[in-house]
């Protein structure tokens, strides 16, 4: 009973541990600067209308203004007239902290561009994966030739090497080519995955050899048996490796931090987030932390969704 105390209070922890950034991030996206600032205001905030500094800064009357106010304005100088059209800005840039987070996250910065660059990046890297890593597996699975116990430690060796120490090959290749700000430079170099490779073979090895047996008989060539035989019955495998794959990808910020560096139209999500980086104003963290809800919200949904099926594609593929 003691020992399942224990158990339970670990569990318990770790969740805290885990959920405490996110339950942060969605807190300081309802907040206004000062109560993100002060550390005040519960989860939601209070919601109070605040000014929005930089509508005002942008929004400043100058002498023409001035002088168009003036018989909206009667007996007023100039003083008078440029402090009632400043409390007319002021009124007018006026909102609530979660609309004025959220509003700032898709107006300061084009999210929704970004986060189309990230479908498009994350979904053409997880296809040309698939492509590759499924007869790859397949000959690894279950084709008898000389050296298949080599390749697939070569495998497992390419599963150590970390991006950060090929990145620099990586990124004088494709400047050399001239793809550097392209689409071709977030998607080529990660086509080839070693773990989709491992993923599925670890997978295909439970596949009976009498299903494929039975489809050499039928006529079907190595190809046909791979899209058609294998492919169907590796659908809980394939959907754990698009969980690893999208995530992956869609979060990653070094990788198009370095080879997208002038051509904000490729921007993906992360690089989205740098939109909100201060310098010498600081920071607006309620926009960022906005910005970071809308990111990580359809990779949430995307899990919660196909949870069953990523347990059970791990558990199938010898994974625990």
Not at 162 to 183: D, M, Q, R, S
Not at 227 to 242: C, D, E, G
Not at 262 to 283: A, C, H, Q, V, Y
Request: proline share 6%.
């Amino acid at each position: 009973m003691t020992r399942d105390w224990w158990k339970h209070m670990v569990l318990i922890l770790g969740t805290i541990i885990v959920l405490a950034p996110f339950y942060m991030m969605v807190s300081y996206s309802f907040k206004s600067p000062g109560e993100i600032d002060r550390g005040e205001g519960g989860f939601f905030g209070r919601q109070e209308m605040m000014i929005d500094p930089r509508c005002v800064a942008l929004r400043q009357p100058d002498r023409a203004d001035i002088e168009a106010a003036r018989t909206r304005f009667p007996g007023q100088d100039d003083g008078g007239v440029q402090a009632a059209l400043l409390a007319e800005t002021e009124s007018d840039c006026s909102m609530r902290p979660v609309v004025f987070n959220y509003s700032k996250a898709f107006i300061e910065a084009p999210l929704v561009r970004y986060l189309l660059n990230g479908v498009i990046v994350t979904v053409s890297i997880f296809l040309i994966q698939i492509v590759v890593a499924l007869p790859a597996a397949y000959a690894l699975a279950k084709l008898k030739f000389w050296g298949r116990d080599a390749v697939f430690g070569l495998v497992l060796f390419c599963l150590l090497i970390p991006v950060h120490a090929i990145a620099l090959p990586l990124y004088i290749g494709l400047a050399k080519l001239g793809l550097t700000n392209t689409y071709a430079a977030l998607v080529v170099p990660w086509t080839i995955s070693v773990f989709g490779i491992f993923l599925m073979r670890q997978f295909f090895m439970t596949v009976p050899d009498d299903l494929i047996d039975a489809a050499r008989m039928d006529g079907m060539t190595e190809f046909a048996i791979v899209w058609r035989v294998m492919l169907p019955t590796a659908i809980p495998a394939l959907l754990a490796f698009a969980i690893f794959s999208v995530v992956a990808h869609w979060n990653d910020y070094f990788w198009p931090r370095i080879v997208v560096t002038g051509n904000r139209d490729l921007f993906t999500p992360p690089l989205g987030l740098r939109e909100f980086k201060g310098d010498g104003d600081g920071s607006f963290f309620g926009p960022m932390m906005a910005t970071a809800t809308v990111i990580v919200t359809p990779l949430i949904v995307a899990f919660l969704l196909a949870q069953r099926r990523f347990i059970e594609g791990i558990t199938l593929s010898g994974m625990k």
